[in-house]
């Protein structure tokens, strides 16, 4: 169901601070969680886990014929 534009500005507004000041912070923290983000897919997938993930399919295709 689509949000009328009233109720869109209301999640940005906070009483008694200036709208700008709050989609500035907004965006920051959308900046910052996107950073956060990237990082971790950068990580990869530790081995342990990736070995598990193999001893996991191999057990499923055993299962399945």
Excluded at 35 to 44: L, R
Excluded at 52 to 60: E, I, K
């Amino acid at each position: 169901m689509p949000r009328s534009k009233q109720q869109l500005d209301s999640r940005t507004e906070v009483e008694g601070q200036d709208p700008s000041q709050v989609k500035q912070r907004q965006e920051v923290i959308g900046r910052r969680i996107r950073d956060f983000y990237n990082d971790v897919v950068e990580e990869g997938v530790p081995d342990a886990f990736s070995q598990l993930l193999d001893q996991l399919d191999q057990a499923q295709k055993r299962n399945n014929g």
